[in-house]
């Protein structure tokens, strides 16, 4: 069964800092990749997804994404945190094409941005 | 423009009272799927509609039945409701299975 883990439950960092989240999954072939965001009493909104070609992928408000097939991993970046993207980040997994579809979310991350 | 609405944004039940959820969408895709989000925790996929054709997760209770009259419009129903159904209910849609999903607001459920 597919898998989908996010190592971090909570990461704190300063507005203009870096920010990297971590997203590793669990699954035979190389799934379709998600970042979604959700703000607190929200619904998910989709950062950025990956189905094949360039593994660098961009998003929208400045984030991208890199999968590396070889570290299973799908981990997702920003170089500089504005105290608006404080909000809970989830990582999810969808198997490809010719496979029973189920959309499989990690744990999620939290993230806090300090002034 | 808002393209997969759900109303309410709250809603208060009692506890075993009937509720009902609603999703309409925008974007006429074929697919709409109902996730359930406790709290602090990842959603949990209920079941989704292919077209008409429903689908149903193993692990769903009996309690949550869904309805999808046509093509824009989706409902939960949870029939007798309990403490441990209170729950951010998510509402999505995709143009096809394994496409990108697009979520509602959700509706906080909180059940007294």
């Known amino acids: 069964a597919q898998s989908v883990t996010q190592p971090d439950i909570h990461i704190t960092v300063s507005e203009g800092a870096s920010l990297e989240l971590r997203c590793n999954y669990s699954?035979?072939?190389?799934?379709?990749l998600f970042w979604y965001v959700q703000s607190p009493g929200q619904g998910l909104q989709l950062l950025l997804k990956?189905?094949?070609?360039?593994?660098l992928v961009q998003g929208i408000k400045g984030f991208e994404a890199e999968f590396k097939r070889s570290q299973s991993s799908f981990n997702l970046r920003k170089p500089s945190v504005h105290w608006s993207d404080a909000a809970e980040y989830f990582c999810?997994?969808?198997?490809?094409?010719?496979?029973?579809?189920?959309?499989?979310f990690g744990t999620g991350t939290r993230l806090q941005v300090t002034l | 423009d808002a393209m997969v609405i759900q109303n309410p944004r709250y809603q208060v039940t009692q506890f075993g009272k009937p509720v009902t959820l609603s999703c309409s969408q925008t974007?006429?895709?074929?697919?709409m799927y109902w996730y359930q989000q406790k709290s602090s925790q990842a959603p949990k996929l209920l079941f989704h509609?292919?077209?008409?054709?429903?689908?149903n997760e193993a692990d769903t209770p009996d309690n949550f039945q869904s309805r999808r009259p046509n093509t824009s419009f989706c409902f939960l129903d949870i029939r007798s409701p309990g403490l441990g159904d209170a729950a951010m209910y998510l509402c999505?849609?995709?143009?096809?299975?394994?496409?990108?999903?697009?979520f509602g607001p959700g509706t906080r459920l909180l059940v007294l």
């Open positions: 999505a849609t995709s143009r096809d299975l394994q496409e990108t999903q697009y």
């Open positions: 699954y035979g072939a190389t799934p379709y």
């Open positions: 990956y189905f094949s070609g360039d593994t």
């Open positions: 999810a997994v969808d198997p490809p094409r010719g496979t029973a579809s189920k959309l499989t």
């Open positions: 974007l006429n895709h074929n697919v």
């Open positions: 509609y292919y077209d008409k054709d429903f689908n």
